[in-house]
């Protein structure tokens, strides 16, 4: 079986009818994994052993006619992502052989349905950052050309057909452009949906839970059993039941497309050409076209970063060397605080954290962060209305191709690639990165973004495109 | 994980002083008190005393504020904690609904108005104790405001005090800085069992114009919190922690006075001496042209004096920001206007039922229910024994006198209503005489015996057999024939003189109005 073309609905039945053991799957996979990650540098950790008896565990239930809806499939999750039976690194040195006491809701929920964890995804330094380049064991390189970066390493394990779907988290678009630069399908749903317990976040307010998978389909079956309530993160109370299977293909006539104008100037010709095509494609398929004003887009990654950064500076405060990562060596409490700290958190961290510190000292509270909360609420409204005028909006996903791994570029730079994609946490509507095209035999993706809980319409439109449409020419 | 239940991280010694401080200093018997002469009294006595007090409470709950770590006191450190209340990555915190309630109550005790919408802020800063690097407060909207309470002024009038606000907050945990043989170690240790705990802190309005008045004031909100049941205020185990603001300025003055801020106070008495001593610090310093600068100061119990812990020039920075975390908390009118009906019984209503009910005097009812715990304990014994006004002076007197010896409240003290109602029944049933029972209690009190066991192990029981006094008063008949013969002259006095007699020869056990029957008996028959 090869997992790249199956779908996750087909390989369980497989295991459920014992054409294949969940423990040969497992073992299959684990055997990929450490073969195709020498070169692309996609786990942290690998679950071996731990997996496999898992698996056996399934095979056990199956047996005795447990129908689980997972049972034996393969799953990456990201390593900001909390599971105690492998160390959680944070993406931090310091972190490296930390078992966390915690196992995120999300991973506790596809466990359940019988999923295996086979290993623990690369990220950058502290989860802050789309492209893994500042990640302390060093870049997850594309599967698709060795000399650029994979921007995620979730999409990377997908897109080499490790794993049949990954579990990420995406703040201001890690997840979002990862898939656009692997050529895969990435999910970040409505705020609200997934509980986010057990994720370590730089950033609370726009921080979710995510699916990155081959399919739109394959996508569906997860979130089914990820969405929902969770008392233990308190946003989720908006969600209190589930989805159901993605209906069939909206009909064309019903559905209007946003084609926000002016996002498409920021690209590069041969980028913006992608979307005109996938905006023709559309409409040749007898969908209506709305052209629409976004013209929020630059002021709320603005506010994003002022946002982000500010919770950055908090939400690593806990970092003091005292309960978990590595304690600096010293007599006087301030310098024991330094040397943890610089121990635990690397170059752009410690920047983030910096920044955030001044950003929200005494005097700039007003100037920075109650300005950056206004312009918060207007990309919502910006978007809302948006949705007046149509149902879905397309919106490219990155900014440019993936990286070089040697590039020379500023963090500046890399702040201003999240252009399409802040925006969009800030609105806080679901957003699915399917694949557009190509440039330079590179994938290029594209954002579909609805409003609240729309994720049905999303990945219906969203499948039918990917799965034999012109959009995903490979 | 270097941090396993039941042991303690260690963190360089840190110096600062100990944020809150345990039973160490409570009641060390009588301590000098620098007195406070007439001339100085003079030089006090020229400024208007401006006095703000910030109360921080533990609330009653099951559980910690944000986790489901029990909240309850425990000895072994580290035991009460979890990942979440340890700060671990990836924990979100939870509000506990009942932490939220006792809130609102005690909002509501306090008269206040209370926010239908309001959220939680962190306050940012590093120290040891706080897991997080952040204390989850409530800084830019309090879940009360706008409140007040009453108490006597100085000259007995009935004074508002306003109550600025009441927020809820999660409490840090505590620094150790010496091994359980008391011996010292060269760095600290952390225990988080208190990180977590639910706090409300209760900001009074600069309404404050004396130490008596600031006395008076933690003494009736301690007695509010107490009868909502918000929490048990016990100053001495920090469940009630108190700071102080003061400062002076000319009695025709607007603008405030230069104020600094008192702290570690450990019991109502040390709030009331340490706002004294500043005062007068203050006094002098401006009555000698010299100006009082920012300050925070520290009470020294032993010492009885305040030490100086930091002069600030400017505010900390604690970059107060909503928790992205937590959800605002939404309230409606009805949910508050609920709560308000479900508040218990008050201080003053009690006092009133018990003067409706039980026919006490107002000042019994008073006394009594000054305290929810002793007004618990009165009626507990009033059910054993059904005598509202004997039950009440023995309670308001002898009871509370003990308790105040031993610095406990009622429902501390090993001597239970079931003790006080037997102790009542025997003097009722002329077992043992009052004079009798005041022993007995004490004895009761101070060793946590029964009082039937105290009578029988000390032979106390009266002495009502007829023929075993006859032979005790026929002697003292004839040994003092002259107070004898001022009797029959008709001096009545001298009947006491001799009643007085034979209660000595019996060590007071002589049931005296039998002795009283003999006496008259052999004397004049």
Redesign the interface.
């Known amino acids: 079986m090869e997992l790249r073309k199956t779908s996750i609905h087909q390989a369980v039945e497989a295991v459920q009818q014992g054409e294949i053991t969940a423990f040969e799957l497992i073992e299959k996979t684990l055997k990929n994994c450490s073969v195709l990650d020498e070169g692309l540098n996609i786990f942290n950790s690998i679950a071996g052993i731990d997996a496999l008896e898992q698996a056996k565990a399934i095979d056990q239930k199956n047996e005795k006619g447990g129908n689980l809806p997972l049972a034996g499939i393969p799953v990456a999750v990201k390593d900001?992502?909390?599971y105690g039976v492998l160390p959680?690194s944070?993406g931090s040195a310091a972190?490296n052989e930390?078992?966390?006491?915690?196992t995120?809701a999300a991973v506790e929920r596809l466990m359940d349905a019988g999923a295996v964890v086979i290993g623990k995804t690369n990220l950058d330094d502290m989860g802050q950052g789309s492209t893994t380049l500042s990640s302390p064991g060093g870049p997850t390189v594309n599967p698709w050309q060795a000399e650029r970066t994979a921007g995620s390493a979730g999409a990377a394990a997908v897109a080499t057909g490790i794993c049949m779907f990954a579990l990420e988290s995406d703040s201001g678009g890690a997840q979002r452009q990862g898939a656009s630069h692997c050529g895969v399908v990435g999910l970040r749903p409505t705020t609200g949906r997934v509980s986010?317990?057990?994720?370590?976040t730089h950033?609370?307010?726009f921080a979710r839970v995510g699916i990155t998978a081959f399919s739109c389909e394959n996508i569906a079956g997860v979130l089914d059993i990820l969405s929902g309530f969770d008392?233990?993160?308190?946003?989720t109370?908006v969600c209190r039941e589930g989805i159901t299977e993605i209906s069939k293909i909206p009909n064309s006539d019903k559905l209007t497309i946003g084609y926000p104008v002016n996002a498409f100037d920021f690209l590069e010709p041969e980028l913006r050409e992608v979307f005109e095509k996938a905006r023709d494609e559309f409409a040749e398929r007898g969908y209506k076209i709305a052209e629409i004003d976004l013209g929020l887009l630059r002021e709320g990654l603005q506010a994003y970063y002022v946002i982000a950064l500010?919770?950055a500076?908090?939400n690593?405060?806990?970092?003091?060397g005292?309960?978990?990562g590595k304690?600096g060596e010293?007599?006087?409490?301030e310098?024991?605080?330094q040397h943890s700290r610089a121990e635990i958190l690397g170059k752009e961290a410690r920047r983030r954290s910096i920044f955030g510190?001044y950003l929200?000292?005494?005097g700039n509270?007003d100037q920075y962060?109650r300005q950056a909360l206004k312009v918060w609420k207007m990309v919502r409204q910006e978007f809302k209305k948006a949705f007046d005028q149509c149902d879905l909006l397309m919106l490219p996903a990155a900014k440019k191709l993936p990286r070089l791994l040697n590039e020379e570029y500023s963090f500046l730079d890399e702040y201003f690639e999240d252009l399409f994609c802040a925006p969009v946490s800030l609105s806080g509507m679901p957003a699915l990165t399917v694949p557009a095209g190509q440039v330079n035999q590179l994938p290029v993706g594209m954002q579909l973004v609805g409003p609240p809980f729309s994720e049905k319409t999303l990945l219906a439109l969203g499948s039918w495109d990917t799965g034999t449409g012109p959009l995903s020419q490979e | 994980m270097n941090l396993g239940q039941g042991t303690c991280p260690r963190v360089p010694r840190v110096l600062a002083m100990k944020r809150v401080v345990g039973h160490e200093s409570w009641d060390k018997g009588p301590v000098p008190v620098s007195q406070v002469s007439k001339d100085e009294r003079k030089v006090i006595m020229k400024y208007e005393v401006v006095i703000g007090l910030e109360v921080h409470v533990e609330l009653l709950t099951k559980c910690k504020l944000f986790c489901s770590c029990p909240n309850r006191f425990v000895s072994e450190p580290n035991l009460n904690t979890c990942p979440v209340c340890l700060g671990f990555p990836g924990t979100m915190p939870q509000l506990s609904r009942e932490a939220l309630n006792q809130a609102l109550k005690a909002s509501l005790a306090l008269n206040c108005e209370v926010a239908l919408y309001s959220y939680f802020d962190r306050k940012n800063y590093f120290y040891p104790d706080m897991p997080k690097g952040y204390q989850i407060s409530q800084y830019y909207i309090p879940l009360g405001s706008r409140g007040h309470l009453e108490i006597d002024d100085d000259q007995g009038k009935l004074k508002k005090i306003g109550v600025g606000r009441v927020h809820m907050e999660e409490d840090a945990g505590k620094l150790i800085h010496e091994t359980t043989g008391g011996i010292a170690i060269d760095s600290s240790m952390v225990d988080y069992n208190r990180a977590g705990v639910p706090l409300i802190e209760i900001v009074s309005e600069p309404d404050l114009r004396s130490s008596g008045e600031a006395k008076r004031y933690l003494e009736k909100l301690k007695s509010m919190m107490q009868y909502a049941g918000v929490s048990d205020c016990k100053m001495e185990e920090g469940s009630l922690r108190c700071d102080a603001n003061v400062s002076l300025r000319m009695p025709e003055d607007e603008a405030y006075g230069v104020k600094t801020e008192l702290k570690n106070m450990n019991s109502f008495r040390a709030v009331e001496r340490s706002l004294d001593h500043e005062i007068k610090r203050q006094a002098e310093l401006l009555d000698q042209g010299e100006k009082v600068i920012t300050q925070t100061l520290r009470w020294d119990e032993d010492k009885q004096q305040t030490i100086v812990m930091r002069s600030k020039l400017e505010a900390d920075d604690y970059r107060c920001f909503a928790d992205p975390e937590l959800v605002p908390i939404e309230l409606t009118a009805q949910e508050v206007e609920n709560a308000r009906q479900n508040l218990p019984e008050m201080a003053d209503e009690r006092a009133r039922r018990f003067v409706k009910d039980y026919g006490l005097p107002g000042y019994d009812a008073g006394v009594l229910t000054s305290s929810r715990c002793l007004a618990d304990y009165f009626e507990s014994c009033l059910q054993l024994f059904n005598k509202p006004k004997e039950v009440s002076n023995w309670v308001m007197g002898e009871f509370s006198a003990r308790l105040n010896n031993a610095g406990l409240e009622a429902d501390q003290a090993s001597f239970t209503p079931e003790d006080m109602a037997e102790l009542l029944k025997m003097i009722d049933k002329q077992e043992i005489s009052g004079k009798i029972a005041k022993e007995v209690l004490e004895k009761a009190f101070q060793s946590g015996k029964k009082p039937r066991r105290v009578v029988e192990e000390e032979g106390l029981l009266q002495i009502s057999d007829q023929s075993e006094l006859e032979a005790i008063v026929d002697r003292v008949i004839s040994e003092n024939p002259d107070t004898v013969e001022n009797y029959r002259g008709g001096k009545s006095k001298a009947l006491g003189h001799l009643v007085g007699q034979v209660m000595k020869e019996t060590r007071g056990k002589a049931n005296p109005q039998l002795v009283n029957e003999l006496l008259v008996k052999k004397i004049d028959g």
């Open positions: 900001d992502l909390c959680t944070l972190f930390f078992m966390s006491p915690v995120a986010r317990y057990g994720l370590n950033c609370s307010s008392e233990r993160d308190a946003a109370a500010i919770e500076s908090s690593h405060a806990r970092f003091d005292i309960r978990f304690t010293s007599e006087i409490l310098e024991m605080y510190t929200l000292s005494k509270y962060y």
